[in-house]
């Protein structure tokens, strides 16, 4: 007969390590937008202060609005001090986490603004970059084949990714579309997608495990999240927001 399983003692796991973000550059186009603002930045501050992020991490921001790294950054630093998720900052620990921003002004429908960018990108210190798409469902074809049409979905010395955020189009046909323009620009390795309305309660791994191993295939399998367990979470789909505060991060 098996042995008797003791259901009534607690057992205190220790945490889970951490992933670590390796040196890359993430573009955030709709970089002023409120989605960046209340959870994309403070949940990067949160990391940084976690020391999850390599010094080599940027993250230039794109927008119509016309601001200068100063203005950008005093932007986002009244927004996370607002926060839910993080509260207060420390000024210190925000005055370093701010040397990683950037931002560039650009219009997404504009072929000057890809130009732009890829000479922005030449000169960063990593090759690996992730564009995030904080915008409407609507701007997110455009922007997909713009970054095909100006070389910068390529993967010739350093990764590139592709996250689109919220929601993934507007009703099925739409869905469909952008998916079909996904797929014309960027091989399935590469995608990610986030719906918060399909993905909020079942997705919990941080969005630092897109970059934490830009040589790992990307296949459906159990990923490590910042909780005690280990979540069955698809690869594809990350909650790029309060994740790790949520489970005790």
Known sequence: MPAAIDLTTHVELPPAALPQAGPSVIVIFGATGDLTRRKLI???????IKGCLDAGLRVLGISRDDLDDAAFRDLLADASAGSAEIGEPDAAAWAEFAERLHYRPGDFTAADTYR?????????PSENRLFYLATLPSAAPRIIAALAEHGLNREERGFARVIIEKPFGHDLDSARALNAAVAEAFDESQAYRIDHYLGKETVQN??????????APIRPRPMPCCCSTRCAAMPRCLLAATAWRRNGG
């Open 42 to 48: 403070p949940a990067l501050f949160h990391l940084h």
């Open 116 to 124: 732009r960018l890829g000479d922005a990108l030449a000169h960063q």
């Open 206 to 215: 941080p969005w630092t495990s897109v970059i934490a191993a830009p040589s």
